[in-house]
Structure formats: structure tokens, C-alpha cells
């Protein structure tokens, strides 16, 4: 059984970094994509980044190009979102995600991710 576990959320000063973890469980992920997706209170649960486990493409979303990073480290079956000069509205729950069946390019819609994390809350304050 798939088990994904986020963690690493806080509350940051805008301009500050935090760097999210997902620890992966169940599977050998090698063939899968990982994305990070973010949901802020009454608002839909939005894309914000992705990768092949096995490496090589990532995509992220508009809003977070050049200020986040997603990457992982196969040896702790863990990915990664490092987050600098963060703003308010990043402030959303943040959430791992698992597509068992990715094309070469990660996808950004949700409905293609099979497994999902409990979330880790990150709030920015201006």
C-alpha cells in the first residue's frame, strides 16, 4: 500500500525558505511521478510541481518558477520542495502526490495523481 507522509511546514516571514518532505512508502516508485500540489482555504487544490522519480524532466507551476525546487533522494525514498522567497500567497496546505502511470512529461492535473499525503500546512506572513 501506497503511504505518502509530508512534513517540514511552518510559519515563515515573507522573503523566508522552508523546505517541504514527502517520504514515500509501498511501492518502488522508480516509474512514477511525484508532484506537489497546494490548497489555500476556499480556493481548488492547484498544481505547483513535478518529476519523474527516476529523474531527467520537472514542471512547476507558473507562480513558483525560479523560487521552488523539486527534487528527491532515492536512497531515503524522498521528495523534496525547497521554497525561497516565499510570499503570502503561497500560504495554502501543501500536498504529495503519486501518478503510477506518468507520461515522459509530469503531469499538472490532479485527477491523474492516484495517491496523496495528509497535507502540511505552510503559512507566510507578511
Known amino acids: 500500500q501506497v503511504q505518502l507522509v509530508e512534513s517540514g511546514g511552518g510559519l515563515v516571514q515573507a522573503g523566508g525558505s522552508l523546505r517541504l518532505s514527502c517520504v514515500a512508502s509501498g511501492r518502488t516508485f522508480s516509474r512514477y511521478a511525484m508532484g506537489w500540489f497546494r490548497q489555500a482555504p476556499g480556493k481548488e487544490r492547484e498544481f505547483v510541481a513535478a518529476?519523474?522519480?527516476?529523474?531527467?524532466?520537472?514542471r512547476y507551476a507558473d507562480s513558483v518558477k525560479g523560487r521552488f525546487t523539486i527534487s528527491r533522494d532515492n536512497a531515503k525514498n524522498t521528495l523534496y520542495l525547497q521554497m525561497n522567497s516565499l510570499k503570502p500567497e503561497d500560504t495554502a496546505v501543501y500536498y504529495c502526490?503519486?501518478?503510477?502511470?506518468?507520461?515522459?512529461?509530469?503531469?499538472?492535473?490532479?485527477?491523474?495523481?492516484?495517491?496523496w499525503g495528509q497535507g502540511t500546512q505552510v503559512t507566510v506572513s507578511s
Open positions: 518529476m519523474r522519480w527516476s529523474g531527467g524532466l520537472t
Open positions: 502526490a503519486a501518478d503510477e502511470d506518468p507520461p515522459i512529461y509530469p503531469r499538472a492535473d490532479r485527477s491523474t495523481y492516484e495517491y
